[in-house]
């Protein structure tokens, strides 16, 4: 199956095809899968949540609450990235509250893509930072969101949000400046 073919059943869903939907998870399963191994990758090391598991968790979200404006693969792939950093989130506040604190790090955004971060990033704190910059500029943080816990490439994103490559490139380094000086405690709460 093609992206043509995910375009057609996005576009059906959009007319009020919700069973449309269904066809969606064969499709894009391997690129789901690789979306989710990768924000795994970054988080603790010891993670209960399984790539199979996450992806399922979030293909329930977005099937559950069907968005009608997805325009195409690229931009179904975000919104699942959204919704697995939400998981995500999810299941470290849940753990969090068990521990009472624990030894997390913070770390910067510098240059890093989404497989450089390592096993101390804290992933509550660049929620809390990702939160305070989108009451800034949402289209910032869903660049962030595509870019960093998604993996997309610049060309992806800016077709996702129907905007020039330029456009990502800029906001992309803005945002990485922002949280990083956020997460290092440069910028005040």
């Excluded at 191994?37 to 988080?43: A, E, H, P, T």
């Excluded at 699942?80 to 299941?91: E, F, G, N, V």
């Excluded at 939160?131 to 800034?136: C, P, Q």
Aim: hydrophobic share 40%.
């Amino acid at each position: 199956m093609s992206r043509n073919d995910v375009t057609r059943i996005l576009e059906q869903h959009k007319a009020g095809s919700d069973s449309v939907l269904d066809q969606l998870l064969p499709i894009l399963y391997e690129e789901l899968r690789s979306l989710a191994r990768s924000q795994l990758k970054r988080g603790n090391p010891n993670q209960t949540l399984q790539p199979t598991a996450l992806v399922h968790e979030a293909y329930a979200r977005l099937v559950a609450k069907p968005e009608r404006t997805w325009t195409g693969r690229g931009h179904f792939l975000a919104v699942a990235a959204t919704a697995m950093r939400q998981i995500l989130i999810d299941h470290a506040r849940g753990k969090q509250t068990h521990k009472r604190g624990s030894n997390w790090q913070r770390i910067t955004l510098s240059d890093c893509q989404a497989s450089d971060v390592g096993p101390d990033f804290d992933l509550l704190a660049l929620n809390e930072a990702l939160d305070e910059l989108g009451r800034l500029d949402e289209r910032k943080v869903r660049i962030v969101e595509c870019r960093f816990l998604g993996g997309m490439t610049i060309e992806e994103i800016a077709e996702a949000l129907e905007i020039s490559v330029t456009t990502v490139e800029r906001d992309w380094r803005v945002a990485r400046a922002w949280l990083g000086a956020k997460l290092q405690g440069d910028l005040p709460s």
